[in-house]
């Protein structure tokens, strides 16, 4: 690797950092355009361009098409033990949340779902996709499955931009309880990258689980994309 070709770059990502906090500048504020930034630290636009577009993989800033470049909102960061999901999350952090329902449908358990579910071949299911946007912006895909005789008429349901969770506590009395999930990283189909608005092989974090209701019964398997420049993931250890 050559790294004498990346001093550039990390200089040009140190004087944007610098000038965010020496003007004092708050999230949604313009940086300058590419143009004076150029000839305020003396670099050629392909370098100011690399710079900028690290610190938008890394959530320092945002940019968008024909306006310019913006400091970032600031990542949202979930708790890994908190069971609420990401809408709960995000109003609570403050954010405007939106989902999209891109599929409704009714679906039967294959062998795959059958196994992770518990549920017999052919059971009825379920399937449910939404593009969630947080301030606007596309932050992630989920895809969920759900055991459809728990959820008679889920259907009928107003499933926007409420949390599901709350649908399914107040309409079913159901209760999630806890749940097994893994994260690991995986990259963007052309679909999906559409659909995020980001770049075909983009990186994502990949969700992947299923959760439990009181009686320790599986109700739901999901699995979701995210994009880590918007929404980062904690977990709390204690020691006992």
Not at 123 to 148: E, F, N, T
Not at 152 to 177: F, H, Q
Request: contains cysteine.
């Amino acid at each position: 690797m050559d790294f004498d070709g990346l001093r550039p770059r990390g200089a040009v990502i140190e004087n944007i950092e610098n000038y965010i906090v020496r003007m004092g500048l708050k999230p949604g504020d313009r940086l300058p355009s590419e143009r004076a930034m150029c000839e305020m630290w003396h670099v050629n636009r392909m370098t100011l361009r690399s710079g900028i577009a690290q610190l938008s993989e890394e959530g320092v800033v945002m940019q968008k098409g024909g306006s310019g470049t913006y400091v970032a909102i600031p990542k949202l960061v979930r708790n890994l033990q908190d069971n609420r999901g990401f809408h709960h999350a995000a109003v609570a952090a403050g954010r405007k949340v939106e989902s999209r329902v891109l599929t409704f449908e009714r679906a039967e358990a294959d062998k795959k779902l059958g196994r992770l579910m518990k549920k017999a071949l052919g059971h009825k299911l379920w399937h449910l996709v939404r593009l969630r946007l947080m301030d606007g912006i596309p932050v992630s895909l989920s895809g969920i499955y759900l055991d459809a005789a728990l959820f008679p008429g889920l259907d009928e349901k107003e499933i926007g931009n409420d949390s599901l969770y709350e649908i399914i506590r107040k309409e079913y009395g159901v209760e999630p309880y806890s749940g097994e999930e893994t994260l690991s990283i995986a990259y963007c189909t052309p679909e999906e990258a559409s659909l995020l608005e980001t770049s075909e092989n983009a990186a994502v974090i990949l969700q992947s689980g299923t959760t439990l209701d009181e009686d320790k019964m599986i109700f739901e398997f999901f699995k979701e994309i995210t994009l880590p420049k918007y929404i980062s993931f904690s977990s709390r250890l204690i020691r006992r």
